[in-house]
């Protein structure tokens, strides 16, 4: 008998996007499980303002894919409600700017409820939501507000940056039985590249090391990582070898990931487009430092959006957010290069 | 090549600090001697610009040696600069890694610099016995980084067990330990042949002063917190001015006494051996001004970077080996001074309070004070005087305005 193992290589694969994984993710929980529903503003017969659910209305019916009124509150909260009573609703917000609007379900009820129930109520509702800049959408939809989600206990946050978990990320979140955000961010949409036919499964629980490297560890989540990626390729031409961290989840966020690489390399830039200040990248730091500071050859670098509504015009909008180059100079300063 | 200790004949210039055309002020750092008991930061005691480096590192001369030329800070060719007493202490310079320009938005954003470490470059050195002093930095500001440490221990292999020593001089520690121990050697045997000592002991009750320290450490920080030794040596400055009989030294068959207290503090290193760094004119300084001498003294002392001006000789020195358990600590004078205040452990014990038994904190402080200078009757009032001080923490353990404007 023999024993045929399939090269990696030759799996089947087709091009796609971001978007269209997104939507392939979609297509596939709605198959699987009668539960799932997805309701948003324009979802159905506009396809969504980004263009995930594009067809999904056609192909489920109105029924699992359903206009709301422009009321995020109210369809958050109706989320909230058809989860605790037995369905797998995704909600899709427009912006996170826009979810604030929100926010009091999140917080205080999808949050909140399992505790305030003694254990006896869960919520299992994914809210999706696009985040960040860099399409000239100006302050009221532009904003990287991931930290005020990754803030609250009770909620499980998630940020994929690549096609696989694009594509995989909404099944473990629509079996988890706790309300998790995830977040998109604009920019991805039309990443495209290739994916398998039939992708292997992907966890919502752990970072993930996207290009390994002994020097520099650059952690980014998001909109972030592709940057990140192309500064590590241009530091590798100044002989600088990064290592690139994909955060993927922000809350919980993975310690074990972020503290093993940065005890190889001895050095971190965390990479966030959120303001500086009280974001996401300020909650890495800190956790280096309270668990790999004897492990540090520099000081931690954050390259962070700056901290200003986030401006319209293109020069004063790429001014405004982490660049490629901004990460690759933060590199250089943590490895001492300045030549 | 200036004296940095009553014993000290000769030194090996280990590093220069500046090179010709370097600007240096009074108190710099410019040079590291090695004297057989430590590596000593050198002081630069006049204001001008380095005309030129006579002495080579790794070479021993004897003190009194020009070690260096100045020109006068307007160009004028000044006399030979390093060969006199050291001044002041200020921030060191760096020769090797000149310091960025103030304005470097990096510099304060990252507080790097020449002087700053990495803490895994400090866990390396450590976990390689590389002395830190010795490692130059690499990293942007000539911040110390863990390839300098391990480059510097590929340099050394033999990493020296004495921290203070660097290891251009090629002393190994064993050998270094002998010659420390030759000079005290020498130095206790000058002092039991040429002094004849007398001892005179009390018993002090602390109790009064631990309650003062209790409630003055509430508010202080952990670093600032203070310990009984603090208050120790503070009522020995008061009562050093008290009885400036005890306070100086026998020089010419004479008594010469100081004009400030400059308590000497005998700190045992690690690595065996002595140093006596002194806290210059203590008398002005409060029990919390005090502590926080002895521990920056006692830091550097360890960390074998203490400066010429730590190294001239006290006029008094304090011998506590409290902390050693021991009861009491009849002393040996250092040459020339001529006295010795030596304190034993603070413990509990039974005590006469008013015709009962209690329990009181109690320390035992003996006088060793040389017989030539003094009588015992002088050296009794120099311990009332002392006990008096700690009976009293309130008034007198605080810095008073007057001192405090002295300073």
């Known amino acids: 008998m023999t024993t045929t193992l399939r090269d990696p290589t030759e799996r089947a694969t087709r091009e796609t996007t971001f978007r269209e994984a997104l939507r392939e993710a979609h297509r596939e929980a709605m198959r699987r499980d009668e539960r799932v529903f997805l309701m948003g503003e324009d979802v159905a017969r506009y396809g969504g303002c980004f263009a995930v659910s594009l067809g999904l209305a056609e192909e489920f019916g109105e029924e699992r894919v359903r206009d709301t009124p422009l009321s995020e509150s109210g369809f958050t909260g109706a989320g909230i409600g058809a989860a605790l009573g037995g369905l797998r609703p995704i909600v899709e917000i427009m912006t996170v700017n826009f979810s604030l609007l929100a926010l009091d379900q999140i917080l205080d009820n999808a949050a909140t409820l399992r505790h305030m129930s003694g254990g006896q109520l869960s919520v299992p509702l994914v809210i999706r939501m696009t985040t960040g800049a860099g399409r000239q959408l100006a302050a009221q939809h532009s904003h990287s507000l991931e930290a005020y989600y990754a803030h609250i206990p009770g909620l499980t946050v998630i940020s994929p940056a690549t096609l696989e978990d694009a594509r995989g990320m909404l099944w473990p979140a629509l079996e988890d039985p706790d309300p998790v955000v995830l977040f998109e961010h604009g920019s991805l949409y039309n990443l495209a590249g290739e994916l398998p036919v039939d992708p292997d499964p992907v966890d919502i629980t752990s970072a993930a090391v996207r290009r390994s490297g002994t020097d520099v560890t650059l952690i980014g989540y998001g909109g972030t990582v592709p940057r990140a990626l192309d500064a590590a390729d241009l530091l590798a031409r100044r002989g600088i070898d990064a290592e690139v961290v994909d955060l993927r989840v922000l809350r919980p966020l993975d310690d074990a990931t972020i503290l093993e690489s940065v005890a190889r390399t001895h050095r971190a830039v965390v990479v966030d487009e959120g303001w500086r200040s009280v974001g996401i990248a300020a909650e890495v730091s800190a956790r280096i430092a309270e668990g790999a500071l004897y492990e540090l050859d520099a000081p931690v670098e954050r390259v962070c959006g700056v901290e200003v509504p986030l401006p319209y015009p293109k020069h004063l909008e790429d001014a405004a957010v982490p660049q490629v180059d901004d990460v690759v100079a933060a590199a250089r300063r943590a490895v001492g290069d300045d030549a | ?407």
Not at chain 2, 76 to 102: I, K, M, Q, W
Request: hydrophobic share 40%; with cysteine.
């Open chain 2, 1 to 407: 090549m200036p004296s940095l200790g009553a014993d000290m004949t000769e030194g090996t210039l280990l590093e220069w600090l500046v090179k010709p055309g370097d600007p240096v002020h009074r108190g710099d750092i410019v040079a590291v001697v090695d004297t057989t008991k430590s590596a000593v930061e050198v002081e630069c005691f006049d204001d001008g610009v380095v005309e030129s480096l006579v002495v080579e590192p790794g070479t021993k001369v004897p003190v009194g040696t020009v070690l260096a030329t100045l020109e006068g800070p307007d160009g004028a060719p000044a006399e030979p600069a390093e060969d006199t007493g050291p001044a002041a202490a200020a921030a060191p310079t760096a020769a090797a890694s000149p310091p960025p320009p103030p304005s470097h938005p990096h510099h304060l954003h990252h507080g790097g610099g020449p002087g700053r470490i990495s803490p895994l470059a400090r866990r390396l050195a450590d976990e390689l016995g590389v002395d830190l002093a010795t490692v130059h930095g690499t990293g942007l500001h000539g911040v110390i980084r863990a390839e300098d440490v391990r480059a510097a221990a590929e340099a050394h292999p033999a990493a020296e067990a004495q921290p203070a020593s660097p290891p251009a001089v090629g002393h190994d520690a064993q050998a270094r330990a002998l010659d420390m121990r030759h000079s005290i050697a020498a130095l206790m045997t000058r002092s039991n042949t040429e002094i004849p000592h007398y001892h005179l002991t009390l018993t002090v009750d602390l109790h009064r002063t631990l309650e003062w320290i209790r409630e003055r450490n509430v508010g202080l920080t952990m670093s600032e917190r203070l310990v009984p030794a603090a208050a120790l040596m503070r009522a020995t400055a008061l009562a050093a001015t008290e009885v400036p009989e005890l306070n100086g030294h026998w020089v010419d068959d004479a008594f010469r006494p100081s004009e400030h207290v400059d308590l000497g503090l005998i700190l045992s290193l690690r690595t065996g051996g002595l140093l006596v760094p002194r806290i210059g004119a203590a008398e002005g300084l409060g029990a919390v001004a005090m502590m926080a001498r002895v521990r920056d003294l006692t830091r550097r002392a360890r960390g074998g970077r203490l400066r010429g001006s730590d190294l001239e000789p006290p006029s008094l020195t304090v011998s506590n080996l409290g902390d050693q358990g021991v009861e009491s600590v009849a002393g040996v004078i250092y040459p020339p001074q001529v006295a010795l205040v030596g304190f034993g452990a603070v413990s509990e014990r039974p005590w006469a309070v008013d015709g009962m038994l209690g329990v009181r904190p109690l320390v035992t402080v003996t006088l060793a004070a040389d017989h030539r200078a003094t009588d015992g009757a002088i050296g009794s009032r120099f311990l009332k005087a002392l006990d008096r001080a700690l009976q009293d923490p309130a008034s007198t353990m605080e810095q008073t305005e007057q001192q405090q404007k002295e300073q």
